[in-house]
């Protein structure tokens, strides 16, 4: 997947812009653009603040973690669960 050139914080700055009366294709003119990317983003960040942005982002990192913690659990079971039956 292609990395976007702007952070996460400049594309809610950027939709800030139009909830202060700015219309969408000055928008999209004035930071180079388009539509579609412009809409995306409303629809994925609309309504965020930055300090939730951030919140949101910790709450995955921890998530990820989690899921690795409990898939590495899960193996260990499965390995004791073998060894166990194989020695009688």
Do not use: P
Request: charge should be positive; glycine fraction near 4%; hydrophobic fraction near 35%.
């Amino acid at each position: 997947m292609k990395r976007s050139k702007f952070s996460e914080e400049q594309i809610i700055a950027i939709l800030k812009e139009q909830e202060q009366g700015l219309k969408v294709m000055e928008i999209c003119r004035k930071h180079g653009i388009s539509d579609q990317t412009f809409h995306n983003w409303k629809k994925k960040y609309e309504g965020m603040s930055v300090k939730e942005l951030r919140r949101v982002r910790e709450l995955e990192q921890e998530n990820s973690r989690l899921k690795r913690a409990v898939a590495d659990l899960t193996l260990d079971v499965q390995i004791l669960k073998d060894v166990n039956s194989k020695k009688w």
